[in-house]
């Protein structure tokens, strides 16, 4: 599989009427752009594309309108947006276009004008499948709308993307295991899965500091992630990212899993459970553990700074150990020698 790569052009605060208790967006209600703004826009998204295209692989990447949900916003501006962008795919100078949205923001009309211009990948922020959940946070709909949209992208040939959240008011393990498993059930080609982060401003954030709300400590949130996570890798289903993007505003956010680098905790995590599970019963006690993986997985094996080892070493007593390259897409391997 060719991995795809993205050329990123945010929207942002645009296209979203609703007022969901975690998101931080300023809303503007029927706010229009004058049409000298849409087409000053249409041309940043020419001079974004044009820049990036200098160091990347065409037949392999996608111009991707993020920040926003973009068929919800006025529709000149979309077509606009969806006419730039049509032309590097017409003239084979990018493979296709990605956005997000909400659920509630698709029908049968507007797939078809997403298909006409190009567009190859819909991702759908449906956050959560319980209805207890989707109330909690204000969403604006129910779980049927979730099924329902996700099944017109598919059913119309689009890859579907799934975006969900864990930690959010009245989820739980068991309701984010659900939602992974609905996700996987509504035919998600990939995922992103978002551990909640509280920022200031939102309603979420006034719950927080009244204590009706309680955020997920880093390490839940890194267990709940890795729960979900499991769920996808049984059926397939690729995961595009985990947590936010490093930003000054994730960095000054109150409360929540607002790391960094949450992925790779999570990632870590999954290793460190495999590993375990390969070390079994084995003698280990004062041991060398050379630890074999995927040449890209080296980091997350070892954990966060280093983290894995630490706690190998503490849980099973071993003198050393050593994270190792095993060649691309190479399968965990795990061997114990009493020395060098």
Not at 45 to 61: F, H, M, P, R, W
Not at 115 to 123: F, M, S, W
Request: hydrophobic share 40%; glycine share 8%; charged share 25%.
């Amino acid at each position: 599989m060719i991995k795809h790569k993205n050329i990123p052009f945010f929207i942002p605060h645009s296209g979203c009427k609703n007022n969901c208790t975690f998101c931080s967006q300023t809303k503007i209600t029927g706010f229009s752009l004058p049409i000298q703004e849409i087409t000053e826009e249409a041309e940043r998204l020419k001079q974004v594309v044009d820049a990036s295209l200098i160091y990347l692989n065409g037949a392999e990447t996608q111009i991707a309108f993020f920040g926003g949900s973009f068929t919800g916003i006025e529709r000149e501006r979309m077509l606009l947006l969806l006419e730039t962008a049509w032309e590097y795919v017409k003239s084979g100078k990018i493979a296709g276009i990605r956005l997000s949205t909400r659920p509630d923001y698709i029908d049968e009309e507007i797939l078809s004008t997403l298909k006409r211009y190009g567009v190859t990948h819909i991702e759908l922020g449906l956050q959560s499948t319980d209805p207890d959940v989707l109330e909690a946070t204000a969403r604006g709909h129910g779980r049927e709308v979730c099924f329902k949209n996700a099944k017109l992208i598919v059913d119309a040939g689009f890859q579907f993307v799934g975006q969900m959240m864990v930690g959010l008011p009245c989820s739980t393990t068991e309701s984010e295991i659900r939602t992974a498993e609905d996700i996987v059930s509504m035919g998600a080609s990939a995922v992103r899965i978002y551990p909640t982060v509280v920022f200031e401003g939102t309603k979420l954030y006034e719950q927080c500091v009244s204590g009706v709300y309680k955020p997920l400590s880093l390490d839940d949130a890194v267990k709940r992630s890795l729960a979900c996570l499991k769920v996808f890798r049984k059926a397939g289903v690729d995961i595009l990212r985990i947590g936010l993007h490093a930003s000054e505003e994730l960095k000054k956010a109150p409360f929540g899993a607002n790391h960094p680098a949450i992925g790779e905790l999570v990632y870590g995590e999954e290793l460190f459970e495999q590993i375990c599970i390969e070390i079994g019963a084995q003698s280990t006690r004062d041991k060398i553990l050379r630890i074999y993986v995927a040449d890209d997985k080296v980091s997350a094996a070892s954990g966060l700074n280093g983290r894995n080892k630490k706690r190998l070493k503490e849980l099973y007593g071993f003198k050393k150990i050593k994270v190792l390259k095993n060649g691309k897409n190479a399968p965990l391997k795990v061997m114990i020698e009493a020395e060098e």
